[in-house]
């Protein structure tokens, strides 16, 4: 059995024709879903980028592994996912994006040396590398991994400095300038790529490339796309296949929400930008035009699963890694907990006879990212790890089993270098938030500030802030226990197995080891010999 873990970076759950959206079709990720399980209430453990990751590959919450945002390194011997795969003879190989950032000073203090094997293993979170592209504009970044594309560029006749940037994300104005795809009113054009050599193309013909590759050998390979993460620009015809008059309402209240944070946020450069009505009209349709270019290279990857007979020996995950708020709720790009952010699309495709039963199924189960490691340890045959990771293993759901589940999941937002921390006076140490969602009440903790709290049932579009309303006082009490209750957990007691702590209880002090005996008799009933250099 093997595993083909498919992720895109900053894509909408509700953006998914699969999941109701009407403003979009994407009928190969639809028949994914007809496949295999479509989760309904799947979040991340962190709405950016990197520390979502780390916890996808680790299966540990962001206060376990203590990557908590973008460019903070994942510290040496943190045990990931593809470490307990590797244990088991799985080799699990990276095609596309990770966001990780090698924990270079962990390394020197260590003497390893991170062009080693093992140093580069570290660098990469466990990861065989068959292609890295996490895409960057700056030259000089020591962490911008796209040479191999721009490489496949330049063979193509797109050359330049920079060809990710001067060809993937640039456009030709109307009178023939070059317009830069980070400027949001260049979306409407088309990238100067055409739609055969985009980022999306080119990763999906890579992620083939690999499989082909494979032989008998058991593997992970997670296909990790960049879009429809910004720069919004598109190839042709992507690029204006779609309109304003195609977008949904937008989700916003229509008075001044009444959390200080939440007051100071939504006056930063980026929320002020996509709270502009021609902002989101312009960049949005493109946004969808992303997300139309990935379904289809999906197809295509798809069609070559099915024909070469590799649907019948793979698991198919898709995911993201968080959303995009798009000028919902009058904020921009990813950040905090509203479902347009925290919340993913989460579909799996299992090929076991033992999946049958659930194809085509809908779960609504609180979903965790973290669970996808522990599914895969799994799946792929290797023991469960409960100490190490935090999540718990969909192998029940996927096959329609009715098991007890998670009362509420957890997601964190460490805001330290974010702009609103300054308007609000704190301290870097307490900017820190998390949440709290049992499924109906979502309950944000914000560090030196009162909670904020959201009824989904009564108010599922997330408009009315009660955290401050008596009335819901018991909620509070409720939801701030479920997050001390987590708190208090286990989550850095790694180095022993439960089973080896219960023989370490069983078998009392270790040999050689004798406390509170009062004589030979005393000890020989409880089953310890003498000393050796005294005997029996």
């Not at 347009?340 to 085509?360: C, F, K, N, T």
């Not at 996808?372 to 718990?392: D, I, M, N, S, Y």
């Not at 704190?426 to 709290?453: I, N, S």
């Amino acid at each position: 059995m093997n595993v083909l873990w498919i992720m895109a970076d900053q894509l909408r759950w509700d953006y998914l024709s699969c999941y109701g959206a009407k403003h979009i079709e994407t009928p190969h990720l639809d028949r994914l879903a007809s496949q295999g399980v479509r989760f309904d209430r799947a979040y991340v453990q962190s709405p950016i980028c990197g520390p979502s990751r780390m916890s996808f590959y680790t299966g540990r919450y962001v206060r376990s592994h203590g990557a908590t945002w973008n460019g903070f390194p994942l510290r040496v011997g943190e045990p990931t996912l593809c470490d307990s795969l590797r244990e088991i003879g799985v080799t699990s190989t990276l095609v596309g994006k990770t966001h990780m950032r090698p924990d270079l000073e962990g390394m020197g203090r260590l003497g390893i040396d991170p062009k080693s094997k093992l140093g580069a293993r570290l660098g990469e979170c466990g990861f065989e590398v068959f292609v890295r592209d996490d895409g960057t504009n700056a030259a000089t970044d020591v962490n911008r991994h796209a040479e191999d594309y721009e490489q496949y560029l330049r063979d193509h006749g797109m050359g330049g400095e920079t060809p990710w940037e001067e060809w993937a994300n640039t456009a030709i104005g109307p009178d023939g300038e070059k317009k830069s795809g980070w400027l949001l009113e260049t979306a409407p054009l088309p990238a100067r790529v055409p739609k055969e050599h985009s980022e999306t193309a080119w990763l999906t013909t890579r992620g083939i490339e690999f499989i082909e590759q494979q032989g008998d050998d058991p593997w992970m390979c997670h296909l990790s796309y960049i879009k429809p993460h910004w720069p919004y620009l598109a190839p042709a015809p992507y690029n204006d296949m779609y309109s304003k008059d195609d977008l949904p309402p937008v989700n916003r209240r229509d008075t001044e929400h009444s959390h200080p944070l939440m007051q100071a946020w939504e006056k930063t450069r980026i929320c002020e930008m996509f709270s502009r009505e021609e902002v989101r009209d312009t960049v949005a349709p493109v946004y969808m035009g992303l997300i139309k270019e990935l379904d289809d290279n999906l197809g295509r990857l798809f069609a070559y699963l099915e024909d070469s007979g590799r649907m019948q020996d793979t698991m198919i995950v898709f995911c993201s890694d968080h959303g995009d708020n798009m000028g919902d709720h009058w904020l921009g790009e990813k950040d905090l907990f509203f479902d347009s952010s925290a919340r993913v699309p989460l579909i799996i495709y299992d090929p076991r006879h033992e999946a049958d039963a659930a194809r085509g199924s809908t779960v609504g189960a609180l979903v965790e990212g973290i669970d996808l490691a522990p599914t895969f340890q799994e799946f792929l045959g290797g023991p469960a790890k409960p100490h190490v990771f935090e999540g718990r293993s969909l192998t029940p759901l996927l096959e329609g089993r009715d098991v007890p589940w998670r009362e509420y999941c957890i997601s964190e937002y460490d805001y330290a270098t974010r702009d609103a921390r300054g308007v609000v006076g704190v301290d870097q140490a307490d900017a820190r938030l998390t949440m709290v969602f049992d499924g109906r009440w979502k309950y944000v903790h914000v560090e030196a500030m009162r909670p904020m709290l959201f009824d989904l049932e009564t108010d599922p579009n997330e408009l009315h802030d009660v955290g401050e309303n008596p009335d819901h006082a018991h909620q509070i009490t409720r939801l701030r226990d479920m997050h001390f209750e987590w708190s208090r957990k286990h989550h850095t007691r790694i180095t022993r197995a439960p089973e080896m702590i219960e023989r370490m209880t069983k078998g009392k002090e270790p040999e050689g080891i004798y406390i509170a005996y009062w004589d030979r008799d005393d000890l020989y009933e409880n089953g310890k010999k003498m000393p050796p250099h005294i005997g029996d």
